[in-house]
């Protein structure tokens, strides 16, 4: 993991939840830094989500820890029991992030015997390491997952442009290619995982602002094209080499893929608002997507080999296309809602 804003705060967390330990006289003040570190969350939402939760679980933890040091004493088979009933109880109420936490919670007790003043002790100290974590993400370069993400699908379509347009004329070494097809694939998965964030906020939040709804479209949309583009290239790797081709079909699908690259850019910029008057009312693709794929199924050869590898490779091309053109269907609805609310 490269060094950035959650690994620094993920410090500080645990450093402030020791002084507020040591502050509040605690005896074991390393509980709370543990739960500093698991409380630290991508997002401020996420973190006061995060500390509900905890609040919730922890103290049902503690409860049947108690309960189930009073019944079954506290030999190891009785601890693995309870915190089976602990894990089956928090899945249930759809906590499972809270799990890790309320365990350590849950053992710490029995091993404890039971007593309910370490439990209470327990539980203070588990809420001091959330409350540290939650000051520090608020307070410290506090997230902008929307701004990070619009900067993230910047650079992830700069890696995919690159590739795609080195995929078809194989200039690139082949183990600097797989590295960043990985790099990139793992990228396109952390943007995944933002949206992700973004549609559970909104669902919890209840009912959003038409101008949120419509952004997530533009984020969903603005995901699924990159998504694409990266399909064309496990397509093409996967398949594109593997045929017998000509130089005609070398070319086509590489002046085919190179127009598509720049069409994403474009739109792009059309989002950005980084175009001249005028010029974003132009169509950079216009029917070339329709008669690329009907150049490809005429090139169709069925005595050379791998001929169908060549169909899944432009079928991918044909599917990325088209989900630019509904990108770009947007982005210009975008931008008359944007000159009509100005006006």
Known sequence: MA??????????????????????QFPTPAG??????????????????YFLDQILTSTIGAILALLGEMLLSNKPIAVGLVCILVIMISMKMKRADTIGLTLV????????????????TRFLLTMTGIVAAFIINITVFPPKPRKQYIQQIENVFGSLSLLLRTAVSHEMKESVFRDEKKTLEDSIKSLADKYALFEEEQKQLGSAKYSETR???VYKNLLTSLQKGFEVLEAVDRHYFQAERTE?????????????????ETILLK???KLKPGASDTDPLGNDNDSF???AIKSYDAEKSGQLRLS???????????????LDKLADQINRLSANEKD
């Open 3 to 24: 060094f950035g804003a959650r690994v620094l705060k993920t410090g500080l967390a645990v450093t402030l939840a020791l002084y507020l330990s040591i502050l509040l």
């Open 32 to 49: 709370a830094a543990i739960a500093a570190i698991f409380a630290m969350q991508p997002s401020i939402y996420r973190s006061w989500r």
């Open 105 to 120: 919670t849950v053992i710490s007790v029995m091993d404890a015997s039971g007593q309910w003043q370490f439990a209470l």
């Open 215 to 217: 952004q997530m479209v």
């Open 248 to 264: 005609r079909t070398d070319e086509l699908f590489d002046r085919h893929l190179e127009q598509l690259i720049k069409y994403h």
């Open 271 to 273: 989002f950005e608002n």
């Open 293 to 295: 794929l009907e150049e």
């Open 312 to 326: 899944v490779v432009a079928a991918a091309i044909y599917d990325y296309g088209y989900q630019l053109e509904r």
